[in-house]
């Protein structure tokens, strides 16, 4: 059973810092893109940034130059450094890995529970 656990969110005031990150478990064959999205309260889901395989990435224009996405396959792993933090990016924060387990041979999307981010103005 494949599963994505992240961590590292929490309070911060507004111009802090936080790191996120999701470390994936299980049976995993490959991953492809990785991504972070978050959903603010009565607002949908949106992609925060996302990094290919081969370490490409690609942001929100709302986070650019200020957030940094990586990854370390081997590990699974994958961070979302956030800088500059502000009100605005109070949201929870989800991770999305596309992979494929040694069950099923072909690339799924799968989703962590979510880690809330708070700034403070």
């Known amino acids: 059973q494949v599963r994505l656990v992240e961590s590292g969110g929490g309070l911060v005031q507004a111009g802090g810092s936080l790191r996120l990150s999701c470390a994936a478990s299980g049976s995993i064959l490959s991953i492809n893109t990785m991504g972070w999205y978050r959903q603010a309260p009565g607002k949908q889901r949106e992609l925060v940034a996302h990094?290919?395989?081969?370490?490409?990435?690609n942001y929100a224009d709302s986070v650019k130059g200020r957030f940094t996405i990586s990854r370390d396959s081997a590990k699974r792993t994958m961070w979302l450094q956030m800088n500059s933090l502000k009100p605005e990016d109070t949201a929870v924060y989800y991770c999305n890995f596309d992979l494929m387990t040694a069950k099923d041979k072909v690339y799924s999307d799968y989703w962590g529970q979510g880690t809330q981010v708070t700034v403070s103005s």
């Open positions: 990094i290919r395989y081969g370490g490409s990435t």
